[in-house]
């Protein structure tokens, strides 16, 4: 993204199996209700990696600059 942001996404996974991130999708939701997509192709850092049971994972993504407010509720989606 031009002008992107970096963070940190922590990921946690309260299943009994790992999971792995095949083609993970980010959706932010702000407390408007605004959502805004983050597309496999923006998140390399977590394309392809494992989330073993019970277990936490660090990322750092890029985010698109133009995200305004400091919390968001992220839903992850990945293929299975």
Do not use: C
């Amino acid at each position: 993204w031009p002008g992107s942001l970096h963070d940190h996404l922590t990921i946690f996974n309260a299943g009994t199996a790992h999971q792995n991130l095949i083609n993970p999708t980010l959706i932010l939701t702000d407390s408007a209700g605004q959502k805004t997509r983050i597309p496999a192709s923006l998140l390399p850092a977590m394309e392809g990696e494992n989330v073993l049971p019970a277990h936490t994972r660090n990322f750092l993504i890029d985010l698109p600059g133009t995200l305004k407010e400091q919390d968001y509720q992220v839903e992850l989606t990945v293929d299975e």
